[in-house]
């Protein structure tokens, strides 16, 4: 059953990664785009832990981290960079 | 088999949010709207992922509660990421089917 | 004393607890250094916080939290039902909800708050912190939302904040 549950959610969560991606070659604007992004990059940290019970292996752990890390401090700053045109201020 | 049946369970739900949230993005016809999957669905849809993932490893190789600060992680920032790109797209001036607000302080600072 | 040395005992809490997390143990070495840091990472960011955060009432604290996360589980079945069913019924608007609430920390923990629960994303606290813009996905009584968000949400933090 967890092998079946594991394979369902690889191909949902692959899905979204997809829909994700498409979403940010479409556009048609610059948020749509940073949303694009910002899912994408959640949607990775949920595939890596996904990947991380797969394996029966914790070492993923700090990538799933680093990544909703980076990818937050990405979203912030692209969002500041359309609000105001600078990201320090 | 309790065990195998809950983790099972929470990632299920997950990887659905996760979808539903993607899906969301994909096909709501404006910005504002697109905003609310990714927002709320795909946050939760991690949080089911890493509370299986807790349980898992709980099980299998003793306490593991470090998902616990991605979930955090993730609750605490989502609404801050969401609350700033409509705060760009009010600036921008994004359509709406939402007749926007006139006289909000829309990217005034 | 106590308050020189520790002048935010949450945040402290939450990074000491954050450290052993990270290093997944809790070994006398790491509660330690941990400890340390718990002390040393509040005193160098003191100067940032101008008002101070006192918790009056925990157990309205609590009550709150769990009132939140059940809505959050609640907004996603409704998320997921409206963005599944057919787009072109939806009635997005938006809302500005009128705040009470003063300090800064209540009106960010407010918006975070509606943006994770029904159908509602936050949008703009204007810069004088007195409404939020409130945007809503589908929504039939703007004014019933506005004061089902303020009874729900703002009147906990406003007893909480006692502000």
């Given at each position: 059953?967890?092998v079946?549950a594991i394979?369902?959610s ?5 899905l ?15 948020p ?9 990059y ?5 595939l890596?832990v ?6 029966r292996t914790q070492?993923?752990f ?15 700053a692209?969002?500041?960079?359309v609000a105001r045109?600078?990201v320090?201020h | 088999m309790?065990l195998?049946t ?5 990632l299920?739900v997950?990887?659905?949010?996760t979808?539903?949230g ?5 096909r709501?016809?404006?910005?504002y ?6 927002t709320?669905?795909t946050?939760?849809g991690?949080?089911?992922?890493l509370t299986?993932?807790m349980?898992?490893?709980t099980a299998?190789?003793?306490t ?12 605490v ?5 969401a609350?700033?790109?409509a705060r760009?797209a009010?600036?921008l001036k994004?359509?709406s ?9 829309a990217?005034r600072d | 004393m106590?308050r020189r040395?520790?002048?935010h005992?949450?945040?402290?809490c ?6 052993l997390l990270l290093n997944?143990?809790a070994d006398?070495g790491h509660?330690l250094l941990?400890?340390?840091l718990?002390?040393a ?12 955060v006192r ?13 939140v996360?059940w809505?959050?589980?609640?907004a996603?079945?409704?998320v997921?039902?409206l963005v ?5 019924r ?5 809302v ?7 300090h800064p920390?209540a009106v ?17 606290p204007?810069?004088?912190r007195r ?5 809503a ?6 004014d019933?939302l506005?004061?089902e968000i303020k009874?729900?949400?703002e009147r906990?933090?406003?007893e909480?904040?006692a502000?």
């Amino acid at each position: 059953m967890l092998v079946f549950a594991i394979t369902v959610s690889f191909g949902a969560v692959g899905l979204a990664l997809l829909l994700a991606a498409w979403r940010l070659v479409r556009g048609p604007d610059l948020p749509d785009r940073i949303l694009a992004l910002d899912t994408l990059y959640i949607s990775a940290v949920a595939l890596i832990v996904l990947a991380g019970i797969a394996w029966r292996t914790q070492v993923y752990f700090e990538a799933a981290l680093l990544i909703a890390l980076m990818g937050f401090v990405g979203t912030v700053a692209l969002a500041l960079y359309v609000a105001r045109g600078d990201v320090m201020h | 088999m309790l065990l195998e049946t809950a983790v099972s369970f929470f990632l299920l739900v997950g990887a659905f949010f996760t979808l539903v949230g993607a899906i969301g993005l994909a096909r709501l016809p404006d910005f504002y709207m697109r905003l609310h999957g990714p927002t709320k669905a795909t946050t939760l849809g991690v949080g089911g992922t890493l509370t299986a993932s807790m349980i898992y490893f709980t099980a299998v190789e003793g306490t593991s509660l470090h998902e616990l600060l991605i979930t955090l992680f993730l609750f605490v920032t989502a609404p801050v990421s969401a609350n700033l790109l409509a705060r760009a797209a009010l600036r921008l001036k994004l359509r709406s089917r939402a007749p926007l607000p006139e006289a909000s302080g829309a990217g005034r600072d | 004393m106590m308050r020189r040395w520790l002048p935010h005992p949450v945040t402290s809490c939450v990074l000491l607890v954050a450290w052993l997390l990270l290093n997944r143990s809790a070994d006398a070495g790491h509660v330690l250094l941990g400890a340390l840091l718990a002390v040393a990472i509040p005193l160098a960011v003191r100067r940032f916080f101008h008002r101070p955060v006192r918790l009056r009432r925990p157990r309205a604290a609590v009550r709150l939290a769990l009132v939140v996360l059940w809505d959050i589980v609640r907004a996603n079945v409704n998320v997921a039902r409206l963005v599944l069913g057919p787009p072109a019924r939806l009635r997005p608007v938006f809302v500005e909800v009128p705040l009470d609430v003063e300090h800064p920390i209540a009106v960010a923990l407010l918006a975070s708050i509606v943006t994770m629960t029904p159908g509602t994303v936050s949008c703009d606290p204007s810069t004088d912190r007195r409404r939020i813009l409130v945007h809503a996905l589908d929504v039939d009584d703007p004014d019933r939302l506005a004061r089902e968000i303020k009874s729900r949400y703002e009147r906990p933090l406003q007893e909480i904040f006692a502000c």
